[in-house]
Every structure is written in structure tokens, then in C-alpha cells.
């Protein structure tokens, strides 16, 4: 099952709605997380089930969809989520990632 | 707190061999299925392998299959991948990490080692 997330990279602004979309090839029902990343840094589990909010994570934080169509929403940008968030389909195997979107200082 | 700390990496020819190992505490590590993942330079993430909580069930990449091999010693709250025939493009950082799981079904990787780096080159 191939992932295909968009955009690959956006430039925002502190305090911005942001939304990040994640396509699968084929239904993966709910079997979708996402992931950020900072550089030199392991990723780190953001939510789970699509709509999931793994515990700690702010809740500025979002997730939706099902089937085929996802996206990871930041109500309000924060210095802190400049990363690559990366989504992952746990459906079948193997579990494959998006290509990642890289969220930039405009 | 949950810890998975990975060592083993290096550099290797191609066509060698590296054990990588994934020292885990701060939970009960035979109750939970584990996998690897890697991360080639300036990449994106790509999944490895899995190998259930027992060690019974396990699953590769078809990138790797036939040349790697993951194993877990539960009495040593360890997690291993054995590496040989190794290429250029097997060079990457390689995570650890613990999955999440409900009714029998994958949620995620919800902890993640700080990786360590293989690097294939003559």
C-alpha cells in the first residue's frame, strides 16, 4: 500500500492552521498514524487509529479520516512543530510510510 | 520510563555482517511485539522488520528478506538484527521500537531508540 502525503513541504507562520494530508493507494480503514520528526532526532508518535491522540501530545494536535483519505491537522502552530511528520499505514503488510512533509519557518 | 537504547552500528564492506542489538527497560518487554526501522541520509522512514512478543511471528521488508534477521532474547529485555550480505543502500540509521497494539491489530510505534548508524562502503 503506498502513502502519498501532501504537501511535501509548506512554509507557515507561529499561530497558523495547518493541515497535512495523507492518500492511500488502497482502504486502510482506520490503520493510519503519524509521526514528527526533528532533525537528528528519533520520531515520535503523534496519533494513532487516524484519530487517536497519543498521551502527552498536545491537543492542538488533530487526526481524521478513514478509508483512503487522512490528514493532521495544528489547530495553532508552535515554535516547536517545525519537523517532518510522516504518515504511516498499519493495515496490512508492510506497514509503509508517506514520504513525509517538511513544516517550515515562513 | 520506557528506554530502548541501540547499539552494534558501524562501518562495514559491502558484503558483511553487523549484529545490531536494542537493549529495552521501563516496561515489560515480553508482552510487546518490536520492530526495526531504518532511515537512509536525508530520507524518509522505512520498515523493516516485526517480530512478535514470543518471537514466533515475524515479518521483513522484501528489501531485506533472505539477508536479515531479527531475533529477541526476553530474559535479556533485548531486541537484535542480524545483518549480513550488506549493500550501499542498507546504509541508514537504524531504530528500534516498541508497537502498539490493540485487539490484535498494529497502532503504532509508540517508543523509539535514538538509532544507531550502519554505514556500507569500501
Known amino acids: 500500500i503506498q502513502l502519498t502525503q501532501s504537501p511535501s513541504s509548506l512554509s507557515a507562520s507561529v499561530g497558523d492552521r495547518v493541515t497535512i494530508t495523507c492518500r492511500a493507494s488502497?482502504?486502510?480503514?482506520?490503520?493510519l498514524a503519524w509521526y514528527q520528526q526533528k532533525p537528528g532526532k528519533a520520531p515520535k508518535l503523534l496519533i494513532y487509529a487516524a484519530s487517536t491522540l497519543q498521551s502527552g501530545v498536545p491537543s492542538r494536535f488533530s487526526g481524521s479520516g478513514s478509508g483512503t483519505d487522512f490528514t493532521l491537522t495544528i489547530s495553532s502552530l508552535q515554535p516547536e512543530d517545525f519537523a517532518t511528520y510522516y504518515c504511516?499505514?498499519?493495515?496490512?503488510?508492510?506497514?509503509?510510510f508517506g514520504g513525509g512533509t517538511k513544516v517550515e519557518i515562513k | 520510563q520506557v528506554q530502548l537504547v541501540e547499539s552494534g552500528g558501524g562501518l562495514v564492506k559491502p558484503g558483511g555482517s553487523l549484529r545490531l542489538s536494542c537493549a529495552a527497560s521501563g516496561f515489560t518487554f515480553s508482552d510487546y511485539y518490536m520492530s526495526w526501522i531504518r532511515q537512509a541520509p536525508g530520507k524518509g522512514l522505512e520498515w523493516v522488520s516485526y517480530?512478535?512478543?514470543?518471537?514466533?511471528?515475524?515479518y521483513y521488508a522484501d528489501s531485506v528478506k533472505g539477508r536479515f534477521t531479527i531475533s529477541r532474547d526476553n530474559a535479556k529485555n533485548s531486541l537484535y538484527l542480524q545483518m549480513n550480505s550488506l549493500r550501499a543502500e542498507d546504509t541508514a540509521v537504524y531504530y528500534c521500537a516498541r508497537v502498539t497494539r490493540r485487539d490484535g491489530y498494529n497502532e503504532g510505534f509508540d517508543y523509539w531508540g535514538q538509532g544507531t548508524l550502519v554505514t556500507v562502503s569500501s
Open positions: 488502497q482502504g486502510i480503514s482506520s490503520y
Open positions: 504511516q499505514q498499519l493495515n496490512s503488510y508492510p506497514p509503509t
Open positions: 517480530i512478535s512478543s514470543s518471537g514466533s511471528t515475524i
